[in-house]
């Protein structure tokens, strides 16, 4: 059965404590893996498509891997202002050119 | 940075009462989707369109009905709210072909009382 987990469910971060989100997924014929952040009350922000096992993509403190397995998302020395629910969502062959998200990962990052 | 358009942002009405939410996008994107989110849960995907008067249902069982008729623009329906219709909806769109990200609107939370 085709599925996207996410892993741990919710993560607590002090400041500047690097830590990684996990995303599993057992997909046919992996077309792209994205990964989202969502802020509370709005709607996902795009960050990161990864296309085959691999790859890498950063963008300031994020960092994100793929294998063909999983893909990682590494944060780096984190601040507050990177609290959010990260997404992974995952587009294949058997859903044509629709996506199937993951349930999320809530950081929190204290001060 | 996405230019969707999700109106209203917030929407409180009672029972019975009929419902359109709006969505509008200004890329020329012709896959236009929405989910239903409901608060700490993940995005379920209840409708979606590839293209002009092309609409199918999603994943997620929703007695919504949706239209498109142009390209921007990709409206959502209640005809009768519920309570059970209570959620925060997103509109997303995305260009044809495949590993095409998806852009969100800002969502609509809809509460029906």
């Known amino acids: 059965e085709d599925q996207v987990t996410q892993s741990p469910e919710a993560l607590r971060l002090q400041e500047g404590e690097s830590s990684s989100l996990n995303c599993s997924y057992t997909v046919s014929g992996l077309r792209g893996l994205f990964w989202y952040r969502q802020d509370p009350g709005k709607g996902p922000e795009f960050l990161f498509t990864?296309?085959?096992a691999g790859e890498e993509k950063e963008k300031e403190r994020l960092k994100a891997t793929l294998t063909k397995k999983e893909s990682f998302l590494h944060i780096t020395a984190p601040k507050p202002e990177d609290s959010a629910t990260y997404l992974c969502?995952?587009?294949?062959?058997?859903?044509?050119?629709?996506?199937?998200f993951g349930p999320g990962t809530r950081l929190s990052v204290l001060p | 940075e996405a230019d969707i358009y999700q109106t209203p942002r917030y929407l409180v009405i009672g029972t019975g009462k009929k419902i359109t939410l709006e969505c509008s996008q200004t890329m020329g994107h012709d896959k236009m989707y929405w989910y239903q989110q409901d608060p700490g849960m993940e995005l379920h995907l209840i409708h979606y369109?590839?293209?002009?008067?092309?609409?199918e249902k999603g994943d997620l069982s929703s007695e919504s009905t949706v239209s498109r008729i142009r390209t921007e623009h990709f409206p959502l329906t209640l005809e009768s709210a519920r309570p059970s219709h209570t959620s925060q909806y997103l509109c997303?769109?995305?260009?044809?072909?495949?590993?095409?990200?998806?852009?969100f609107g800002p969502g609509t939370r809809l509460t029906v009382t």
């Open positions: 997303a769109s995305r260009e044809t072909g495949y590993s095409y990200e998806q852009y």
């Open positions: 369109s590839y293209g002009v008067n092309s609409t």
């Open positions: 990864l296309y085959s």
């Open positions: 969502a995952v587009q294949a062959d058997n859903y044509g050119q629709n996506f199937v």
